[in-house]
């Protein structure tokens, strides 16, 4: 059993940066793939970022391409995900995911353990 806690969130002015953390317990870390995801009031939870268990490989939607930057330190049992240049609709709760799976996925509903979520808050 994997026990994700995020931090980091916050209200941030548009054009701003906030770094969010997710720390990892109860399990072997590198050995899961780890995923960013939001989700906003009334929309469904979506895909933000994701990094493969060793770190090699990074996938982003291309809504924060250029902006958000994920990555994990392995040593640490840690996810970051840095976000600069935020925007307004980028106002949601996000969550880390674990997945256990050799392939990358971009679906929520193929992670095996979720973090409780953190707040960021991008004001116009």
């Known amino acids: 059993q994997v026990q994700l806690v995020e931090s980091g969130g916050g209200l941030v002015q548009a054009g701003g940066s906030l770094r969010l953390s997710c720390a990892a317990s109860g399990g072997t870390f590198s050995n899961y793939n780890m995923g960013w995801f939001r989700q906003a009031p009334g929309k469904e939870r979506e895909f933000v970022a994701v990094i493969t268990s060793g770190g090699g490989s990074t996938f982003y939607t291309d809504s924060v391409k250029g902006r958000f930057t994920i990555s994990r330190d392995n040593a640490k049992n840690t996810v970051y995900l840095q976000m600069n240049s935020l925007k307004p609709e980028d106002t949601a709760v996000y969550y880390c995911?674990?997945?256990?799976?050799?392939?990358?996925?971009?679906?929520?509903?193929?992670?095996?353990?979720w973090g409780q979520g953190t707040q960021v808050t991008v004001s116009s």
């Open positions: 995911g674990a997945d256990s799976d050799r392939l990358v996925f971009v679906t929520p509903k193929r992670y095996d353990y």
